[in-house]
């Protein structure tokens, strides 16, 4: 699995670099891996702060986003034992492969890897994809430690319900919320997946970025509205982190606008979010 995801991550950089040209930098490559470093770093402390500076729009966003959530966790009993009944006819290698791509060591060969080829070939592009990848992740990654003990809900292995919730408890069993797995995969997924316009393309990539959360409800470790606001949350600290590093580098990865819209859809015997990108 591991060589799998080596070859995947070698074909992404090749993808990435085939978009853009070779920089003729002046600088030193250990100029500019201080000079990212230091940006990965100011990343993620921006990624916290702008909440802070939120206004009207985006608390509309945020307000939509919690009401969404706030309908799937009703039927989370539902949709739990639903998804957990269909386990067995998912293919072992799919699940593995939810279960390995989640796991932060893993994730993070991947995003160091994308990095490591920018910086040695000195492409713009792709250092600033690294960066994004790395800082988004590390972001995400250390938010969703704090938050799972802070919120303490009880895994669906548990079996005490949706609604039992023990706060600070040190037990593996209250880490529902968020789901880590779903966060650093569905966050790579994200930024890389921004690289490209065919949306077609980004559709495949974030389909894959998917799949590791998806993974851990057919494993009972997390409910679905764990997943889908652990998505929602992967998607706003890449988007943040994004725009920011915008000031920082001068090579963008494609003239596209940043506008993401998500939809939920409600009606008699449905339930569902849409995302245009």
């Not at 998804?83 to 993070?108: K, L, M, Q």
């Not at 792709?126 to 303490?152: C, D, E, H, M, Y």
């Not at 079996?159 to 919320?177: I, Q």
């Amino acid at each position: 699995m591991r060589i799998f995801l080596v070859f995947s991550m070698l074909f992404i950089c090749l993808g990435l670099h085939g978009q853009s040209k070779l920089t003729d930098s002046t600088q030193t490559r250990w100029q500019m891996f201080k000079y990212d470093a230091g940006n990965i770093f100011k990343g993620v402390g921006h990624s916290y702060v702008r909440p802070f500076q939120w206004k009207g729009n985006q608390w509309s966003q945020f307000g939509g986003v919690m009401l969404g959530t706030g309908a799937i966790y009703l039927a989370d009993d539902e949709t739990s034992k639903f998804i957990r009944a269909n386990r067995e006819s998912v293919p072992t290698a799919i699940r593995d492969y939810g279960e390995f791509y989640g796991a932060p060591e893993n994730n993070y060969l991947v995003t160091s890897g994308v990095y490591l080829v920018g910086l040695f070939t000195k492409n713009e592009k792709l250092r600033r994809t690294g960066v994004l990848l790395i800082a988004s992740a590390t972001s995400s990654g250390l938010l969703q430690q704090v938050v799972k003990s802070a919120v303490g809900r009880a895994r669906p292995v548990a079996e005490l319900g949706k609604d039992t919730f023990d706060p600070f408890n040190s037990n593996r069993n209250f880490h529902s919320f968020p789901s880590g797995h779903a966060m650093m995969a569905f966050t790579n997924a994200y930024a890389i997946g921004k690289q490209f316009k065919n949306p077609w393309i980004k559709a495949g990539i974030y389909t894959l970025g998917a799949v590791p959360g998806v993974s851990r409800i057919w494993d009972g470790q997390h409910w679905l509205s764990d997943v889908v606001l652990s998505w929602a949350i992967s998607i706003a600290t890449v988007e943040c982190i994004d725009r920011y590093l915008d000031k920082k580098y001068d090579q963008k990865y494609n003239d596209q606008s940043k506008k993401v819209s998500w939809n939920l859809n409600v009606g008699p015997g449905t339930m569902g979010v849409s995302m245009n990108f």
